[in-house]
C-alpha cells in the first residue's frame, strides 16, 4: 500500500526526514516484483521529445536530448537536480546515510564545488538539503533544510542561498508548520515571491498545500486546500498555469492544472486520473507535460509524455472541473529504466 510504504523510501533518501515527507514519498512505492531495470544509455525512447531532460536512475544523472540518453558526469549518489536560467549550470543533492549536500555541477556533469558542507564529525549536527531551485536571475539557489532543530523536532524550512557565495550566507525563507515535515519544492517567481510545498496537520492526519509567499518570512496563503493533498507543484514556462499531484487523502494521485495569475489559482482540472503519478514538468513550448509512472509487470518507473491543448473550463459548484473524456491520451515514452520518482523532472 502506496502510503503505508512510506518509511521505506523515505528511510533510504533521509533517515531524519519528517512524517509528512515520509508519507508523500511512501506514495511513490510499489510492490511489484521488479525485474531488473537497464541504464538509460542504454534504451532508445518510443519517440523523441523536444528540448532537454534530465532525470536519474540510481544516484546517475543522464540527459535525454534528441531521442538519445547521454550520462553527465560519473555515477554518483545523485537525487535530485534543478537547471539555471542559461542552462550551462547545474545543483544537484548527494547524499549518504548521515547528510546531504548540494554540488555546483557544469552542464557535462562535472562537479564545480561543493555549495553547502552539513556533514560533520557530531551525529546530531548533519544536516540536510533538498530540492534545488535557480532562482529566475541565476544569482541565487533555493532549496530545504532542516534548520533550525529541536531535539527530534526536525521540519525542513526553504532557504536560500547566493550561488556564487558561501553557506554562511544562507537565510531562511519560510517558517515549517512543527512535527510536520516541514517546507519542500520551493519555486521563486519574480518580485521576491515564492511558491512551495507545506505540510500541515489537518482533521485527518498531515497533508500537503500548494503556498504562495510573498517575501521571507511571511504568513503566506494556502493555494490549495487539505482535503485536496496537494504536492510536486511544476510552473508552466509562461508563468500562467500550475500542474501538481493530488492525492485527496487516497493511495493513488491526480495530474491537475490549474490557472495562476501570481496570487491565486483558478478552477482545478483533472488531466490524468488517479495512479502512481509523479515528478510532472511542463514541456519548453507549454504544449503539454511529462511525468513519471509506473509500467510493466516489473512496476519500474518511467517517462510518459501528456500532450494537450488548454480547453476551455467551467467550474463546477466545488470548484473543480475534469477535463473531457478522451480528449488526453498518456504516450509512455521510456520502457526498461526505473527513473526515480522523487526528483522533479527538469525540461528545457
Given at each position: 500500500?502506496?502510503?503505508?510504504?512510506?518509511?521505506?523510501?523515505?528511510?533510504?533518501?533521509?533517515?531524519?526526514?519528517?512524517?509528512?515527507?515520509?508519507t508523500?514519498?511512501?506514495?511513490?512505492?510499489?510492490?511489484?516484483?521488479?525485474?531488473?531495470?537497464?541504464?538509460?544509455?542504454?534504451?532508445?525512447?518510443?519517440?523523441?521529445?523536444?528540448?532537454?531532460?534530465?532525470?536519474?536512475?540510481?544516484?546517475?544523472?543522464?540527459?535525454?536530448?534528441?531521442?538519445?540518453?547521454?550520462?553527465?558526469?560519473?555515477?554518483?549518489?545523485?537525487?535530485?537536480?534543478?537547471?539555471?536560467?542559461?542552462?550551462?549550470?547545474?545543483?544537484?543533492?548527494?547524499?549518504?546515510?548521515?547528510?546531504?549536500?548540494?554540488?555546483?555541477?557544469?552542464?557535462?556533469?562535472?562537479?564545480?564545488?561543493?555549495?553547502?558542507?552539513d556533514?560533520?564529525?557530531?551525529?546530531?549536527?548533519?544536516?540536510?538539503?533538498?530540492?534545488?531551485?535557480?532562482?529566475?536571475?541565476?544569482?541565487?539557489?533555493?532549496?530545504?533544510?532542516?534548520?533550525?532543530?529541536?531535539?527530534?523536532?526536525v521540519?525542513?524550512?526553504?532557504?536560500?542561498?547566493p550561488?556564487?557565495?558561501?553557506?554562511?550566507?544562507?537565510?531562511?525563507?519560510?517558517?515549517?508548520?512543527?512535527?510536520?515535515?516541514?517546507?519542500v519544492t520551493?519555486?521563486?517567481?519574480?518580485?521576491?515571491?515564492?511558491?512551495?510545498?507545506?505540510?500541515?496537520?489537518?482533521?485527518?492526519?498531515?497533508?500537503?498545500?500548494i503556498?504562495?509567499?510573498?517575501?521571507?518570512?511571511?504568513?503566506?496563503?494556502?493555494?490549495?486546500?487539505?482535503?485536496?493533498?496537494?504536492?510536486?507543484?511544476?510552473?508552466?514556462?509562461?508563468?500562467?498555469?500550475?500542474a501538481?499531484?493530488?492525492?485527496?487523502?487516497?493511495?493513488?494521485?491526480?495530474?491537475?492544472?490549474?490557472?495562476?495569475?501570481?496570487?491565486?489559482l483558478?478552477?482545478?482540472?483533472?488531466?490524468?486520473?488517479?495512479?502512481?503519478?509523479?515528478?510532472?514538468?511542463?514541456?519548453?513550448?507549454?504544449?503539454?507535460?511529462?511525468?513519471?509512472a509506473?509500467?510493466?509487470?516489473?512496476?519500474?518507473?518511467?517517462?510518459?509524455?501528456?500532450?494537450?491543448a488548454?480547453?476551455?473550463?467551467?467550474?463546477?459548484?466545488?470548484?473543480?472541473a475534469?477535463?473531457?473524456?478522451?480528449?488526453?491520451?498518456?504516450?509512455?515514452?521510456?520502457?526498461d529504466?526505473?527513473?526515480?520518482?522523487?526528483?522533479?523532472?527538469?525540461?528545457?
Amino acid at each position: 500500500m502506496m502510503r503505508k510504504l512510506a518509511l521505506v523510501l523515505a528511510i533510504a533518501l533521509m533517515p531524519a526526514f519528517g512524517f509528512g515527507v515520509y508519507t508523500y514519498l511512501g506514495s511513490l512505492k510499489t510492490k511489484a516484483v521488479r525485474a531488473t531495470a537497464v541504464k538509460p544509455v542504454e534504451t532508445k525512447p518510443k519517440f523523441a521529445l523536444p528540448g532537454t531532460m534530465i532525470v536519474i536512475q540510481d544516484g546517475g544523472l543522464y540527459k535525454l536530448s534528441g531521442g538519445t540518453f547521454t550520462e553527465l558526469g560519473k555515477a554518483g549518489s545523485w537525487s535530485q537536480v534543478a537547471v539555471s536560467p542559461d542552462h550551462t549550470k547545474l545543483v544537484a543533492v548527494s547524499q549518504n546515510s548521515l547528510a546531504s549536500e548540494l554540488s555546483l555541477l557544469g552542464s557535462d556533469g562535472h562537479v564545480i564545488k561543493q555549495l553547502t558542507h552539513d556533514r560533520v564529525a557530531i551525529l546530531d549536527a548533519n544536516h540536510w538539503a533538498f530540492y534545488p531551485r535557480i532562482s529566475l536571475d541565476g544569482k541565487t539557489v533555493y532549496y530545504s533544510f532542516d534548520q533550525p532543530k529541536r531535539g527530534y523536532q526536525v521540519d525542513l524550512a526553504v532557504w536560500s542561498m547566493p550561488l556564487n557565495g558561501p553557506q554562511a550566507q544562507a537565510r531562511r525563507m519560510t517558517t515549517p508548520n512543527d512535527h510536520t515535515g516541514g517546507d519542500v519544492t520551493p519555486i521563486p517567481l519574480s518580485g521576491g515571491a515564492l511558491l512551495y510545498v507545506k505540510y500541515t496537520l489537518g482533521a485527518t492526519g498531515i497533508a500537503s498545500q500548494i503556498w504562495l509567499q510573498s517575501r521571507p518570512l511571511a504568513a503566506g496563503t494556502a493555494l490549495t486546500d487539505l482535503a485536496s493533498d496537494c504536492n510536486q507543484p511544476s510552473l508552466s514556462p509562461d508563468g500562467n498555469q500550475l500542474a501538481m499531484i493530488c492525492t485527496s487523502g487516497k493511495q493513488s494521485g491526480r495530474l491537475v492544472v490549474a490557472p495562476f495569475d501570481g496570487r491565486r489559482l483558478g478552477p482545478m482540472r483533472t488531466v490524468l486520473a488517479g495512479g502512481l503519478n509523479a515528478a510532472p514538468a511542463w514541456a519548453p513550448d507549454g504544449s503539454g507535460l511529462a511525468y513519471l509512472a509506473p509500467a510493466g509487470a516489473g512496476g519500474h518507473f518511467q517517462l510518459w509524455w501528456l500532450p494537450f491543448a488548454v480547453p476551455a473550463v467551467s467550474a463546477s459548484p466545488s470548484g473543480s472541473a475534469t477535463a473531457p473524456a478522451g480528449r488526453l491520451a498518456p504516450k509512455q515514452v521510456t520502457t526498461d529504466v526505473d527513473l526515480t520518482p522523487t526528483t522533479p523532472l527538469v525540461w528545457y
